[in-house]
């Protein structure tokens, strides 16, 4: 008998995939680089229709026709060398699936090159970490429609179901679902750190406890905030340190990584000049927050106003929070769709962002409840320029604008960094704002380089000699 697919690249997201695979009676072939992965599976498995292979010609041998391989390999140079094993022992109508966070306009040139031999290539974004791996994550796959047409059957079976329907969606050509997935991870970086600096102000204006902090959240997490991200955040807080018995939030050292992908949304935004701010700055919040050393030094020599720790209504003042952390939210996806929708049309993938806010509404780090309402959003008017505008989003903006103005201003009053919060109420301000300053920036431009300029009154193109 042969096996129905084969999963290479046996690490933790790659294992977890296989034995969701198995678990949906998927025949699995397994390969890995180095043996102990494989055989660690392989063990772990035991009862499961999980087949080791140790050489690439015998494990491209057990699988049924048009073979389907679906790798699970460190994005960059490592999925070259994979592909490059695996193409001499395949044919015309195989199918490579690339699960990893690959750049998309790497996965692009690996479609080319390999359509070019016959050989049908998926770029698969995946999310939902080890768990999401194992008991379903959102799938978003990108490539030709008739190829993922033959993977279907597989992929909608191991996504995270949502009412009997998978989080799996074809998203569009070539290297559109890669795409995706870097977007909804520059989403994620937002998203963080909006919660985080909603955390401080909790903490070091309102002076609650961790625990304090933490049934708020879990208080939140019972509307309209609802979120995986606001769940695991209350959960955090909940952790005692089995050293010091202490929160263990407060052990944690404040320097924070990321791989890429928040990385290249914000270079692809600026490239194709879509307005991504608070994503930006969620990615520079990291970088900042690396310089550990740095900032210790210059606490001790850079000045800020005192922390006024007035009496503050702490009902009234935690309702505030909660505004200004959904109105943030509801900017911070506006920006990721805004990118979705700017991108695809400069592509002409096509992007179906009704279904992308419904494929992430289970499986995934982003998961939310409102998200449901993103894709009426979209249903309702598949051309929405900005989900700012939608009837709902813009009721809710309005309603919540003076909770994250009062927050904001209340930070930088006492000194107190809110990066995103910030960005946030720049990005809503500038959007509503019908006549901008931007008619001083075009007159500086072509005062000093004759850029020229165009008129509110009259079409064309003019240049002044200002001087």
């Excluded at 998926?122 to 033959?150: C, H, N, R, T, W």
């Amino acid at each position: 008998m042969f096996n129905t697919i084969g999963v290479i690249g046996l690490g933790v997201m790659g294992s977890n995939i296989a034995l969701n695979m198995a678990s949906k009676r998927e025949q699995v072939a397994v390969y890995n680089y180095t043996r102990d992965l494989t055989d660690q599976l392989v063990q772990k498995s035991e009862g499961q229709s999980i087949h080791p292979y140790y050489e690439i010609q015998d494990f491209v041998r057990s699988l049924q026709t048009p073979r389907k391989i679906f790798l699970m390999v460190t994005a960059g140079s490592p999925i070259d060398s994979v592909i490059g094993l695996l193409v001499p022992h395949l044919e015309a109508g195989d199918i490579i699936m690339d699960g990893g966070n690959s750049h998309y306009e790497d996965t692009e040139r690996r479609y080319d090159e390999l359509k070019s031999k016959g050989i049908g290539y998926l770029g698969i974004g995946i999310s939902g970490g080890e768990v999401g791996a194992l008991k379903g994550p959102s799938i978003m796959p990108g490539g030709d429609k008739d190829v993922y047409e033959k993977a279907a059957p597989i992929l909608t079976k191991i996504a995270a179901q949502v009412e009997s329907t998978p989080c799996c969606v074809y998203i569009g050509p070539r290297g559109a679902g890669h795409f995706v997935k870097m977007v909804h991870n520059g989403i994620e970086y937002a998203d963080m750190q909006l919660i985080a600096e909603a955390y401080t102000f909790l903490r070091e204006k309102l002076r609650l406890s961790v625990n304090e902090i933490a049934d708020i959240f879990e208080t939140w997490n019972q509307g309209e905030l609802k979120s995986y991200l606001i769940q695991i955040t209350a959960e955090i807080l909940r952790k005692k340190d089995e050293v010091t018995g202490l929160p263990l939030i407060d052990m944690i050292l404040d320097k924070v990584g990321q791989k890429g992908t928040g990385k290249w949304t914000s270079i692809q935004a600026i490239n194709n000049g879509i307005p991504s701010s608070i994503i930006t700055e969620s990615l520079f919040a990291r970088y900042l927050s690396s310089l550990k050393e740095e900032r210790v030094y210059a606490e001790s020599i850079l000045a800020g106003p005192e922390m006024d720790h007035q009496s503050l209504d702490k009902d009234l003042w935690i309702e505030y929070v909660r505004q200004a952390l959904y109105m943030g939210k509801i900017c911070a996806y506006a920006q990721g769709f805004t990118q979705y929708k700017m991108t695809s049309d400069l592509h002409g993938w096509n992007l179906p962002l009704k279904d992308i806010a419904l494929i992430f509404r289970d499986g995934c780090i982003i998961r939310a409840e409102f998200l449901n309402i993103i894709s009426e959003a979209y249903q309702a008017e598949p051309n929405l320029s900005n989900l700012l505008v939608a009837p709902y989003f813009a009721k809710k903006v309005k309603e919540y604008q003076i909770g994250l103005r009062k927050v904001i201003c209340e930070g930088i009053h006492s000194g107190i960094s809110f990066p995103c919060l910030s960005a946030s109420l720049t990005y809503y301000d500038s959007y509503r704002t019908g006549t901008s300053n931007a008619s001083l920036v075009q007159a500086q431009r072509d005062y000093f380089g004759a850029h020229t300029y165009e008129r509110k009154d009259m079409a064309g193109v003019f240049h002044t000699n200002w001087q």
